[in-house]
């Protein structure tokens, strides 16, 4: 479970998350919409607590300051962070090491086979395309099978195999009681793949649509280019 209690985020005068608050149940595809600059990514990385911000973010009811929260919340960024100097295998190993992971080495080997870097382990992090340091960011952050798990826009830079195989991951550990959330501004990228979406724009949200809310007439893109478009408030 990953609840996001008022949280307001400036960078210096620019206010770039407003008052905030939403809360995804286990077992749940979250998905984080809005345009370019609405505020998603400051937003995913005060949950992850790469920033300074007002308010709370709790993680199984955790703050997720605390060693218990970062050891439950996984956090794929918008920009792969890989070493230069450590092999793809090393990269797993790390984390293994880190999360103090017993037995890992099977769960390793399926992660990188499914995202197509099985005969990548011995690449160093310098010498992988953007897509694969995109792929590799995601087994490690898979790695410890976090209960919760946060993605800034995942999608962008993977090939249509990847897309497909993050896809099935995700649901597979949404059916398995995981809390997950992605962000991305393509809509249409994540059609199949919500169970309750958030439309951010200018660092408010301002409206939550439940799958089963859907109707054919009111869908969520249309929602979504009516907020966008339109600058109306549904809440
Ligand atoms: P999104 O992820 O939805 O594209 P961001 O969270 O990156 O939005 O940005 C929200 C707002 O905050 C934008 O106006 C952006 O210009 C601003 N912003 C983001 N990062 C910084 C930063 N490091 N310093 C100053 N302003 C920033």
């Known amino acids: 479970m990953l609840e996001v209690q008022h949280i307001v985020k400036a960078y210096g005068k620019q206010l770039a998350v407003?008052?905030?608050?939403?809360s995804i149940p286990d077992g749940e595809i979250a998905v984080l919409l809005?345009?370019?600059?609405?505020?998603?990514?400051?937003l995913i990385k005060s949950m992850a607590g790469l920033?300074?911000?007002?308010?709370?973010?709790?993680?199984?009811?955790?703050n997720n300051k605390t060693v218990q929260a970062r050891r439950d919340l996984g956090y794929v960024p918008e920009m792969p962070a890989v070493y230069d100097l450590l092999t793809v295998q090393e990269h797993m190993e790390f984390i293994a090491r880190a999360y103090k992971l017993e037995n890992w080495e099977g769960f390793s080997e399926e992660l990188?086979?499914?995202?197509?870097?099985?005969?990548?382990?011995?690449?160093?992090?310098?010498?992988?395309?953007?897509?694969?340091?995109?792929?590799?960011?995601?087994?490690?952050?898979?790695?410890?099978?976090?209960?919760?798990?946060v993605l800034d826009e995942p999608l962008v830079g993977l090939d249509p195999h990847a897309i497909k195989e993050l896809k099935e991951m995700l649901h597979e550990w949404r059916d398995a009681g995981h809390t997950l959330l992605l962000s991305t501004h393509m809509i249409e990228s994540v059609e199949h793949d919500w169970d309750c979406a958030y439309i951010l724009m200018k660092g408010q949200l301002k409206a939550v649509m439940r799958r089963?809310?859907?109707?054919?007439?009111d869908t969520l893109e249309k929602l979504f280019f009516r907020i966008t478009e339109g600058e109306v408030t549904e809440q």
Do not use: H, W, Y
């Open 212 to 217: 089963e809310e859907e109707t054919e007439s």
């Open 34 to 42: 809005g345009p370019n600059g609405a505020g998603k990514s400051t």
């Open 51 to 62: 920033l300074r911000f007002k308010g709370e973010v709790l993680v199984n009811g955790n």
């Open 18 to 22: 407003n008052d905030v608050s939403f």
């Open 112 to 149: 990188l086979a499914r995202l197509e870097m099985a005969d990548k382990k011995s690449k160093l992090g310098k010498e992988l395309s953007k897509g694969m340091q995109q792929k590799l960011s995601i087994a490690c952050a898979m790695l410890p099978k976090p209960q919760v798990m």
